[in-house]
């Protein structure tokens, strides 16, 4: 297994992060743009010229990209964010956060006419080392959503009483990468595929994966390595 980050942060006071459509896009956005040794920041204005044209994830659009990270799985959650990630250069991690983290600082106080951070500290970082861990990840990563609703908040405590709902939840949750594992276009050119496509075995053994985990809620492994 090649080196690989559970990275996460949070809202400072464990305040929203993100408060509207646009700021879920503006770091969806980022996680696109950053990732380029080439590119170094983005301003709200560039960031509101790309949406209207649509061409932020249009990679035909661009010269190729070099790449600092492979982002394989995330999911942004109102107060905090969950990111899988491998470095593609030396010290790409860390430059590439470096750029996530100030960009979206940037962006979010000049929109919200503020100053100051809006993160709780400096991002967190897990090296994953052992493989139990990495195949719990994606699939608790993806899982987060479950928080945002009442009724499927005890899924933590290994507890879910509908499982059909709550797979139906996670798949009209557009803010993660989980829509693209299941085959459906949501933002394809953020992540690569294809380790965990591998692991995963393909979109239906991934569905099916999916709802076995979720009938399981085996948390043990992962819940030993978790920074929260």
Not at 142 to 154: G, Q
Not at 196 to 203: I, K, Y
Request: charged share 30%; proline share 3%.
């Amino acid at each position: 297994m090649s080196e690989i980050y559970h990275i996460l942060n949070r809202g400072i006071d464990k305040r929203k992060i993100f408060l509207d459509k646009q700021d879920y896009f503006r770091f969806i956005h980022d996680l696109f743009e950053f990732n380029d040794q080439n590119i170094l920041n983005t301003t709200f204005r560039d960031f509101q010229k790309n949406v209207q044209k649509n061409s932020m994830y249009d990679v035909r659009r661009r010269a190729p990209r070099k790449l600092l990270a492979n982002v394989h799985a995330f999911c942004l959650m109102p107060n905090h964010y969950h990111l899988l990630i491998s470095p593609q250069i030396e010290n790409g991690v860390s430059r590439f956060m470096h750029k996530i983290g100030t960009g979206y600082v940037k962006y979010f106080n000049q929109k919200y006419n503020r100053k100051g951070t809006i993160f709780e500290s400096k991002y967190k970082s897990i090296l994953i080392s052992e493989e139990p861990h990495f195949y719990h990840l994606p699939y608790y990563i993806h899982f987060n959503p479950l928080d945002l609703k009442l009724k499927f908040k005890t899924w933590r405590d290994g507890i879910l009483k509908d499982c059909k709902k709550a797979i139906e939840y996670l798949n009209n949750y557009r803010w993660s990468s989980h829509l693209d594992y299941l085959g459906k276009k949501n933002f394809p050119s953020v992540i690569n595929k294809t380790f965990l496509t591998d692991v995963f075995g393909g979109v239906e053994e991934y569905k099916k994966s999916i709802e076995q985990r979720l009938k399981d809620l085996e948390l043990g492994e992962i819940e030993k390595v978790l920074l929260e």
